[in-house]
T-cell receptor, first 117, second 112 residues
């Protein structure tokens, strides 16, 4: 059973450039969340995709956008890169459950290390 | 005030000892809590989750939840050098949609 996969593993960009990160969720999962983890910090929620739409969003600027495809895979796009965007970008997949459930287990991929110079 | 706070650490214990990791949360609507282990340069790996008051045991790990005190903890018994990692506590703030709020983590070192 394949887990969550992400590509690329590492990426180096310069300020002002644009980047696209990719994620394939764990088999059977239909929901993809993206997190940013700066050095020495916990992951911060960027946004979440379900049924090919952005379902919820954290406190990140519009430079951060995403997409989900019919096969549940997802992309994270960041435009006009800033030095502060340097971080580990994590994709987490989960299965959307019924409204009576409070169980939100998230499985993380290996991450993409983005360095902005 | 951050939604989830962890004692900043770092925490250092000898091999075989009990490591105690603590976490507090501010949103009383939070229902589920998660402990993730993160090795340096790697992604978080889920160790345990808990959503009922009391203790939940899984092997050498015990998670404890006290909703009245808004307190979550993780005990690691018979600590091993391979347990050395950063431990992240996360809560859901009552959301059923899978958004998690993480603390900044506690770095644990188990020395032989």
């Amino acid at each position: 059973d394949a887990g969550v996969t992400q590509s690329p593993t590492h990426l180096i960009k310069t300020r002002g450039q644009q980047v696209t990160l990719r994620c394939s969720p764990k088999s059977g999962h239909d929901t993809v969340s993206w997190y940013q983890q700066a050095l020495g910090q916990g992951p911060q929620f960027i946004f979440q995709y379900y049924e090919e739409e952005e379902r919820q969003r954290g406190n990140f600027p519009d430079r951060f956008s995403g997409h989900q495809f019919p096969n549940y895979s997802s992309e994270l796009n960041v435009n006009a890169l800033l030095l502060g965007d340097s971080a580990l970008y994590l994709c987490a997949s989960s299965q959307t459950l019924g409204t009576h459930s409070s169980y939100n287990e998230q499985f993380f991929g290996p991450g993409t290390r983005l360095t902005v110079l | 005030q951050k939604e989830v706070e962890q004692n900043s650490g770092p925490l250092s214990v000898p091999e075989g000892a009990i490591a105690s990791l603590n976490c507090t949360y501010s949103d009383r609507g939070s229902q589920s809590f998660f402990w993730y282990r993160q090795y340096s340069g790697k992604s978080p790996e889920l160790i345990m989750f808990i959503y009922s008051n009391g203790d939940k045991e899984d092997g050498r790990f015990t998670a404890q939840l006290n909703k009245a005190s808004q307190y979550v903890s993780l005990l690691i018994r018979d600590s091993q050098p391979s347990d050395s990692a950063t431990y992240l506590c996360a809560g859901d703030r009552g959301s059923t949609l899978g958004r998690l709020y993480f603390g900044r983590g506690t770095q644990l070192t188990v020395w032989p």
